[in-house]
């Protein structure tokens, strides 16, 4: 199983900046796709942001130009640089991995346990 740990959300004021990180553990496993994801109070989860291993990207169009999503394959770990914050951003982020084993093309998602982001007026 592949485990992820998130970390970097807070409190900032609109037009600040912060920037996430996510972790996924050590294992033989493949991480493939990761990404981002958002859920605001009473609203349904929905996609910020996706990045494949050779890092062909993908956005939401209400933070393309805002958002910038990478990572690291050595760390397997995935980042989410947000600018420009908009008291709308306000959700608790999570992290996804899509992770195979070794030479098994069927992926299995994990995710991480969100983190809060809140932006201000």
């Known amino acids: 199983q592949v485990q992820l740990v998130e970390s970097g959300g807070g409190l900032v004021q609109a037009g600040g900046s912060l920037r996430l990180s996510c972790a996924a553990s050590r294992s033989i496993f493949i991480i493939r796709t990761m990404g981002w994801y958002r859920q605001a109070p009473g609203k349904q989860r929905e996609l910020v942001a996706t990045i494949t291993r050779d890092d062909t990207t993908n956005y939401a169009g209400s933070v393309r130009g805002r958002f910038a999503v990478s990572r690291d394959n050595a760390k397997n770990t995935v980042y989410l640089q947000m600018n420009g914050l908009k008291p709308e951003d306000t959700a608790v982020y999570y992290c996804?991995?899509?992770?195979?084993?070794?030479?098994?093309?069927?992926?299995?998602?994990?995710w991480g346990q969100g983190t809060q982001v809140t932006v201000s007026s």
């Open positions: 996804k991995a899509e992770w195979s084993r070794p030479f098994d093309l069927k992926t299995t998602d994990a």
